[in-house]
Each structure stands twice: as structure tokens, then as C-alpha cells.
């Protein structure tokens, strides 16, 4: 019996049901259900991290993108908020698409 012990997509048990497998899962509290999520972010950039194609790498992003919905629900708010925050930063700061890299700044 493989042993995953990790945070799954909603329909995953149906779809191992379909296969006619075996399986056991439970339902997290809040407070574990925000420290898996907070697993599966770290297990998803990794595997973007680790992506070898275009397509790989833009598949690993879905899949964050999708952590980053649901942290923002358990954080009373939603990916709607998390994008105006995102813009208002991008508008006072800019955004990554030049590709400057600070090497130093001179102390008074």
C-alpha cells in the first residue's frame, strides 16, 4: 500500500473510487488544513522548480495558483483581494519584467 499522507485535490477520492482501490482519508481541522496547504505550496514550487519544459513549469503554476486561492479563502479573503494587492504593489513598484538585479546600494 503506497503511504501518501498529504493534502489532495477535492475530487482525487472519487477518482481512486473509479479505480476500484482501496483508500482511507479524513478531514483536516482548520489549523491542519493551513499547515498542509502551506506543505503543498512548498511541495508545488518545488516540482516548478524542478520543471524541465515550458509546459511542465506553467503546469506546476496552475497548480500553485490554485494553493494560493485557497489560502486566501482561509485567510478571510479571496484571489480577487490578493490581485488588487498585487496591482497597487506593481503600480508603486513595478513589476519583475525588466530584469534588474540590485547588486549594491551605497550607506550613508
Do not use: C, W
Amino acid at each position: 500500500m503506497a503511504v501518501y499522507n498529504k493534502l489532495v485535490r477535492d475530487k482525487i477520492p472519487e477518482i481512486i473510487e473509479n479505480t476500484g482501490k482501496q483508500f482511507r482519508t479524513k478531514i483536516l481541522s482548520e489549523a491542519e488544513y493551513i499547515k498542509e496547504l502551506r506543505n503543498k505550496l512548498t511541495e508545488e514550487i518545488t516540482e516548478y522548480l524542478e520543471a524541465d519544459t515550458d509546459e511542465h513549469a506553467l503546469e506546476e503554476l496552475s497548480d500553485v495558483l490554485e494553493i494560493i486561492h485557497s489560502l486566501a479563502f482561509v485567510h478571510g479573503s479571496n484571489f480577487e483581494k490578493i490581485e488588487d494587492i498585487r496591482n497597487e504593489k506593481y503600480i508603486k513598484r513595478g513589476g519583475f519584467q525588466e530584469k534588474i538585479f540590485l547588486i549594491d546600494v551605497e550607506e550613508e
